[in-house]
C-alpha cells in the first residue's frame, strides 16, 4: 500500500504529537537520544521524515534518532475466533486452516516500545502505547 506524501505527512504529524504528548505526560523533560517503534509487519507505512519532525519540536528532541522494528501482525481468524501473530497477507488459521483472518489493529499499527534519553535512561513504553 504506498501512501501519498500528504497522507505520510499527516501520519508523521500525528505519531510527533503523540510521542510529545506521552513524554509530557510521564514528564519526561530530559534530552531525548532515540526512540524505539514497533510497527505491525503487515503495514507499509514508511515515515522517513519522523526523526526530522521530531528534531524541529525543540531542544528536547534536537539530536533524536527514531528506530522502528517490524512485528508479526495480530490477526483473527473469521471463521473459528483464534488469534494469532501473522508475517504475511493470508497467512491461514493454525487452528482451522481457513485463509480468511482479518488485522486485530488498524493498517498502520505503531506502538512505542522505549525511549532513551541522553543520560542512559531507558523509558519503557507502557503495554499499549498505540501512537497508530
Known amino acids: 500500500m504506498e501512501i501519498s506524501a500528504g497522507k505520510r505527512t499527516v501520519l508523521?504529524?500525528?505519531v510527533t504529537s503523540r510521542i510529545i504528548s506521552y513524554?509530557?505526560?510521564?514528564?519526561l523533560t530530559e534530552p531525548i537520544a532515540s526512540i524505539a517503534?514497533?510497527?505491525?509487519?503487515?503495514?507499509?507505512?514508511?515515515?522517513?521524515?519522523l526523526d526530522a519532525a521530531l528534531r524541529d519540536?525543540?531542544?528536547?528532541w534536537?539530536?533524536?534518532r527514531v528506530g522502528?522494528?517490524?512485528v508479526p501482525a495480530g490477526v483473527e481468524c473469521n471463521a473459528c475466533g483464534t488469534r494469532f501473530a501473522a508475517h504475511?497477507?493470508?497467512?491461514?488459521?493454525p487452528d482451522c486452516g481457513?485463509?480468511?483472518?482479518?488485522?486485530?489493529?488498524?493498517?498502520?499499527?505503531?506502538?512505542?516500545?522505549?525511549?532513551?534519553?541522553?543520560?542512559?535512561?531507558?523509558?519503557?513504553?507502557?503495554?499499549?502505547?498505540?501512537?497508530?
Not at 23 to 27: A, F, S
Not at 57 to 60: A, F, P, Y
Not at 88 to 93: F, I, K, L
Request: aromatic share 4%.
Open 88 to 93: 504475511a497477507d493470508w497467512t491461514p488459521c
Open 37 to 49: 517503534l514497533l510497527r505491525s509487519k503487515l503495514s507499509d507505512v514508511d515515515l522517513p521524515d
Open 62 to 64: 534536537e539530536r533524536v
Open 98 to 132: 481457513n485463509p480468511g483472518a482479518y488485522t486485530v489493529r488498524g493498517p498502520y499499527h505503531l506502538k512505542l516500545k522505549e525511549i532513551h534519553v541522553e543520560s542512559g535512561a531507558i523509558i519503557k513504553g507502557k503495554k499499549n502505547t498505540l501512537l497508530l
Open 23 to 27: 513524554c509530557e505526560r510521564i514528564g
Open 57 to 60: 519540536k525543540g531542544s528536547q
Open 68 to 70: 522502528i522494528k517490524d
Open 12 to 14: 508523521v504529524n500525528a
